[in-house]
């Protein structure tokens, strides 16, 4: 071994540059291995610095640990949620992984899936030592060398032996693009497949809930025969600027929208009701008596289709927008009348959003008994806030 330091002859300090290199490509090839990320280097030899996620940059490099976390998260929701079968008096018998990954991680890997199991399924979990034993035997010039898993009559002794009633068996891949982690449980007595499930990071549950996307649109697209229907309900309070009898008058309504969801949460359609008041009837009199069109009762009722821009798919962290088009009558004390509305609307957050629209009231006509009192018609313009659930 050479002393690296001032004063060694030279070709003892060429050997230490050769096994100091010889260590950093080996240092490299862990961290790949491990899908550690190394800091790039600029031209002037300085370590670039990774950015944090932005709009520029929405996907930096995970780490592998946050990853596998919102892998074992997903399996955690399913246990909490019911959806694993065959949990009584478990034991993990074979854990695989694939070559990018050091064999060492398997421990860390069985022991992150039992506390999953442990905490929320309240798991009794059986530890067995004989499942995992390999037995040699010499055969004239050959090594045989077997386990239980190869022998179905074995894993069923030791498994009556152990007081197991069910396998697991974990399949862990790991590539740069991705991480995949398989599950299925096993009767011990029957070797039968009772449950069996893959999680992709990148089709995590966890991880699209820690980006705001609802984990619904994840799933894969329904045939017409299965679908669902998606209803979205909002309720909306109104001020207007609306014509009346007498001309112009301000207003003060609430509206009830249902409104169906469909392809992939792009478009929607569906039915408006809205009830609208004269503000002076609000503060004050009404001078406008029973010729007011918004004094009494009256309803407007639009059928409405609207375009959600919201890309292919629906992220609650940023606000989103909607062109709505509707067209439909308002009836009241003797007027009956047609509308014609478009609008826009920016949903914050998940259940919240704020509407603009102008609409078009084609010249209907307001009767008090049988009286012609006026003639109703004009571009209107509405201003809403409103609660989706």
């Known amino acids: 071994m050479f002393k690296c330091s001032g004063g060694a002859p030279k070709s003892k300090g060429e050997g230490c540059v050769l096994i100091g290199s010889r260590i950093q490509i080996l240092a490299l090839v862990v961290a790949a291995a491990f899908g ?12 670039e610095q990774r950015t944090a996620p932005s709009a520029k940059n929405p996907d930096p490099m995970r780490n592998f640990y946050t990853v596998l976390e919102d892998l074992v998260s997903d399996f955690e929701y399913d246990l909490k949620n019911g959806q694993v079968s065959g949990l009584r008096d478990l034991s993990i018998r074979n854990l695989a992984v694939n070559e990018l990954v050091p064999a060492s991680f ?14 929320a399924a309240k798991v009794r979990m059986i530890q067995c030592l004989p499942c995992r034993a390999r037995k040699t035997v010499l055969s004239g010039d050959q090594m045989v060398i077997s386990g239980p898993e190869t022998n179905p009559a074995e894993m069923s ?9 069910n396998f697991m068996d974990v399949a862990f891949s790991y590539q740069p693009t991705g991480m995949v982690l398989s599950l299925y449980v096993t009767e011990a007595d029957t070797g039968a497949v009772i449950w069996s499930r893959s999680y992709n990071s990148e089709t995590s549950r966890t991880s699209a809930y820690r980006r705001g996307v609802d984990q619904s649109q994840l799933e894969g697209m329904r045939s017409a ?11 909306t309070v109104y001020y207007g600027y609306q014509p009346d009898v007498s001309g112009y008058t301000s207003t003060l309504g609430i509206g009830f929208r249902m409104m169906e969801r469909y392809d992939n949460r792009k478009k929607e359609v569906g039915f408006e009701l809205d009830y609208f008041r004269n ?26 289709h609207a375009w959600n821009l919201i890309g292919e798919e629906e992220n609650y962290n940023r606000a989103r927008g909607s062109i709505l088009a509707g067209v439909g009558g308002t009836y009241a004390s003797g007027f009956l009348g047609g509308i014609i509305r478009g609008g826009y609307e920016w949903r914050l957050a998940k259940y919240w959003a704020v509407t603009t629209s102008l609409a078009y009231r084609p010249t209907g006509t307001k009767f008090l008994a049988t ?17 989706l659930f």
Not at 36 to 47: E, F, I, K, L, Q
């Open 106 to 119: 398997k421990s860390h890997l069985e022991l992150v899936i039992t506390e999953r199991l442990l905490k």
């Open 36 to 47: 550690a990320s190394t800091p790039a280097r600029a031209a002037d030899g300085r370590a």
């Open 225 to 235: 025969s299965e679908y669902l229907p998606v209803v979205q309900y909002r309720a």
């Open 157 to 165: 002794r030791i498994a009556r032996q152990s007081g197991i009633q």
């Open 279 to 304: 503000a002076n009837s609000i503060v004050g009199a009404d001078t406008a008596g029973n010729n007011d069109l918004y004094g009494g009762l009256n309803l407007t009722l639009l059928f409405e």
């Open 371 to 387: 009286t012609d009192v006026g003639s109703v018609s004009g571009i209107e313009a509405l201003f809403g806030v409103s609660a």
